[in-house]
């Protein structure tokens, strides 16, 4: 008589979807590195917006890379990485952060990593949720966090692409089509405004500081931060060529402006620029990353509540500003509590599909 063949296990198929948050997205980096501690190997890899940066740089085996740059970020290496332009579509163009992609991921194609990743975007013409799973990393990942108004839309087969963020904020959906046994999801909308924290009340003092600061600065000789890009300063001129339409002449005359204010004056320009609480109002890039927050907080949930995920990991990072790129190292560690918190659930849901 032949022996029964005894039964072997399969390996689940685990999928991960890294949700949108802006600078809030390091504490991906967290997460990553303790599931892979725990031994969790992730066979499908979904990213929207910063989401798609680590997800991408973890699926081509750079994530120890942006670790390294996520930490060494402050505002003078910020600000360098800052190709600020007034014509064209965006704020900033973003070919700076596209050569320092380029500088790791070279010009690997999605579909030769070894395990399965898609970055989220959106069609700026239609609305729909555009699914990026071949071609260029770089592109993909550009297109994913391509925020309207502060980067350039990314052009893709006859569309332009922007933020993933606008349509689909934690993409549990490409897992789920994937064929995912188990969806572990990363959501940084938990308190997405920081309700719950009393960290939140002491940024005010905080910003009406970095502003008396920067007076003081102005005082002995740097430019004051309201002439960098007041139009009412007597003081510039603007030529005007002939062949030059005067809307030309002013962009060139206040992109001249600001390249000369490059030399010392960055930490008053990034001010003006992601200012938040301060009384002369929010900054520009701080208003469009606040709209993006309110629409990705209210998408997430009705999302998720709709295709929820097997286990949800939420770092507590909602009193961390959008733009905090400087904080790493706290949105790392709050990444890793968040995995810590989330771990029991997750071998639980191992061990019920093995």
């Given at each position: 008589m032949r022996k029964p063949v005894p039964k072997q296990s399969v390996k689940p198929k685990i999928g991960l979807a890294l949700?949108?948050?802006?600078?809030?997205?390091w504490s991906h980096i967290g997460v990553m590195q303790r599931?892979?501690?725990?031994?969790?190997?992730?066979?499908?890899?979904?990213?929207t917006s910063i989401g798609a940066l680590v997800g991408g740089c973890y699926a081509a085996g750079k994530l120890d890379a942006l670790e390294e740059f996520a930490r060494s970020l402050n505002a003078r290496r910020l600000f360098n990485l800052m190709d600020i332009r007034f014509n064209g579509s965006a704020l900033f163009g973003g070919s700076k952060l596209a050569e320092l992609l380029k500088e790791h991921l070279h010009e690997r194609q999605i579909?030769?990593?070894?395990?399965?990743?898609?970055?989220?975007?959106?069609?700026?013409?239609?609305?729909?949720?555009?699914?990026?799973?071949?071609?260029s990393m770089i592109d993909a990942i550009r297109a994913s966090y391509?925020?309207?108004?502060?980067?350039?839309?990314?052009?893709?087969?006859g569309r332009w692409l922007i933020d993933g963020a606008l349509v689909n904020p934690v993409p549990i959906s490409i897992?789920?089509?994937?064929?995912?046994?188990?969806?572990?999801?990363?959501?940084?909308?938990?308190?997405?405004?920081?309700?719950?924290?009393?960290?939140?009340?002491?940024?005010?003092?905080?910003?009406?500081?970095?502003?008396?600061?920067?007076?003081?600065?102005?005082?002995?000789?740097?430019?004051e931060t309201e002439d960098m890009i007041s139009l009412e300063n007597t003081d510039l001129e603007i030529p005007i060529e002939d062949d030059e339409t005067p809307e030309k002449s002013l962009?060139?005359?206040?992109?001249?402006?600001?390249?000369?204010?490059?030399?010392?004056?960055?930490?008053?320009?990034l001010q003006q620029l992601f200012k938040?609480?301060?009384?002369?109002?929010?900054?520009?890039?701080?208003?469009?990353?606040?709209?993006?927050?309110?629409?990705?907080?209210?998408?997430?949930?009705?999302?998720?509540?709709?295709?929820?995920?097997?286990?949800?990991?939420?770092?507590?990072?909602?009193?961390?500003?959008?733009?905090?790129?400087?904080?790493?190292?706290?949105?790392?560690?709050?990444?890793?509590?968040a995995a810590d918190r989330s771990m029991p659930f997750i071998e639980r849901a191992l061990k019920q599909l093995s």
């Open positions: 949700g949108s948050g802006v600078a809030r997205g599931l892979a501690e725990e031994g969790i190997e992730i066979d499908v890899i979904s990213g579909e030769d990593l070894p395990r399965k990743f898609v970055a989220v975007a959106t069609d700026m013409n239609s609305g729909h949720e555009v699914w990026l799973k071949h071609g391509a925020l309207p108004g502060v980067f350039e839309p990314v052009p893709h087969e897992c789920r089509a994937f064929d995912a046994h188990l969806v572990i999801a990363v959501n940084l909308n938990l308190d997405a405004f920081g309700m719950t924290s009393a960290l939140n009340y002491y940024r005010l003092e905080e910003e009406l500081e970095a502003e008396r600061e920067a007076k003081r600065e102005a005082k002995r000789g740097i430019l962009r060139k005359s206040i992109s001249d402006r600001l390249k000369q204010m490059r030399g010392g004056t960055d930490r008053a320009l938040r609480d301060a009384p002369s109002g929010p900054g520009l890039v701080t208003v469009m990353t606040s709209a993006l927050n309110i629409i990705q907080d209210r998408l997430a949930r009705a999302r998720m509540a709709a295709d929820p995920a097997d286990v949800v990991i939420e770092p507590d990072v909602g009193h961390i500003n959008l733009i905090d790129f400087d904080k790493a190292d706290e949105l790392i560690r709050h990444g890793r509590e």
